[in-house]
């Protein structure tokens, strides 16, 4: 078994363990109960997950002396709400469950974020675990404690920070998830590349074909993202400097997201544009070669990622993009790549953005 682990500076008490192991879904009851925790518990997870591998970790929690609360989220970003999160409160109190009783998180990301929030909340805050399910969630949205829903008016606005007593990972689970969803979680793995490791970029160039399916490469490319994204975390947990470069791409992404309704492209697919354009950006504005935009967006298209959104007008990704970025004095803040494994953060003036956009989205 692969254990990462994330240390939390100066705050040891909330460090914690990844674990990453094939087959570790039948190990999620005797590791609540090595890290101390016992009694009852809830597990939070939506009906699809359930069908999928519910039963063996209930099973597991059960055997391990654990009575376990079910509660079923529908599936789905648009139940990433305030009204799931309440329906998950009334049901914990109902059964009465105690500040001591942990919540086992099992699912992708929608159920990763609303239990975390629950768990953040509910009595003010009681322990709980992740068992991420998608390959997003395993090396993304499981590691760094960011937990929220979405509220109306945009996604993500209402959350907390707050990290999870342990994160366990089974690479095996994956064998179920749509080629698409596997794809798209493969957006971000190529970001930590780009952001981090130009040799574990390189991994990914030589091994695309290990990674399209559940293979040696692909765990190693969990584990290997989860290290980068726990280190950067360790650094800086809440977001007040070097974790912003984890958000590569992301601007240009947000903006696509909206402009498309958040319906037509998956998060990993709008990541992956948003790559590119952050990419040629870099490189238009001098920060590096064209060869690393070209060495990206190769990589992101072998892989079956979109590259490109043709159907997209530049104003309307502009329009986005001011709505959801701050504006100083006139600049805007981009994670630019210097070169493969390197990433600067750099304020750019609104107009080279608008240039750059008017050239690149006609
Ligand atoms: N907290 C963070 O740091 C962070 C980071 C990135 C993304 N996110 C959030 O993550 C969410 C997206 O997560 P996601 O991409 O995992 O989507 P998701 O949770 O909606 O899962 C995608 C689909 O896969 C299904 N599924 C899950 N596991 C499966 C399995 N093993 N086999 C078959 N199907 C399975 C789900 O039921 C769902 O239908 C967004 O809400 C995003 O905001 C959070």
């Given amino acids: ?175 179920t998830l749509d080629k698409s969803e596997l794809r798209a979680g493969l957006a971000e793995v190529v970001k930590y590349g780009v952001i981090w490791d130009e040799g574990f970029f390189r991994f990914l160039e030589e091994n695309t074909q290990g990674l399209s399916a559940v293979e040696d490469a692909l765990v190693r490319a969990i584990e290997r993202s989860c290290e980068i994204k726990a280190h950067v975390v360790k650094e800086d947990e809440t977001e007040k400097g070097l974790r912003s470069i984890l958000n590569f791409g992301h601007t240009f992404a947000h903006a696509i997201e909206a402009v498309t309704g958040y319906t037509r492209y998956k998060h990993g697919e709008a990541v992956s544009m948003g790559m590119v354009l952050a990419a040629s950006f870099s490189a238009r504005l001098g920060v590096c070669e064209e060869t690393v935009a070209d060495r990206i967006e190769n990589l992101l298209k072998t892989l079956g990622l979109p590259v490109e959104a043709p159907e997209l007008r530049y104003e309307a990704i502009l329009g986005a993009m001011l709505v959801d970025k701050k504006v100083l004095s006139g600049r805007m803040r981009f994670v630019l790549a210097k070169k493969i494994g390197d990433v600067v953060l750099r304020d750019v003036q609104r107009e080279e953005v608008e240039a750059f956009l008017r050239k690149a989205a006609r």
């Fill in 1 to 175: 078994m692969r254990t990462i682990n994330v240390e939390l500076e100066q705050r040891q008490e909330r460090s914690y363990p990844i674990y990453i192991e094939r087959g570790i879904l039948d190990e999620v009851g005797p590791g609540l109960g090595r890290l101390g925790l016992k009694g009852r518990c809830a597990l939070v997870t939506n009906p699809l997950v359930r069908s999928i591998c519910g039963e063996r970790v209930i099973k597991s929690l059960e055997g391990a002396g654990f009575d376990v609360l079910t509660v079923e989220v529908k599936d789905g970003e648009q139940y990433k709400i305030l009204a799931e999160a309440s329906m998950i409160y009334d049901r914990l109190i109902e059964e009465k469950l105690e500040r001591s009783t942990p919540i086992v998180a099992l699912g992708g990301g929608v159920i990763g974020d609303i239990t975390g929030f629950v768990a953040a909340t509910y009595l003010r805050g009681v322990p709980y675990v992740q068992v991420p399910t998608t390959l997003l969630a395993q090396v993304d949205s499981s590691v760094g404690g960011k937990t929220g829903v979405n509220h109306p008016r945009g996604k993500n606005l209402i959350g907390a920070f707050y990290q999870p007593r342990a994160v366990f990972i089974d690479p095996d689970v994956l064998k």
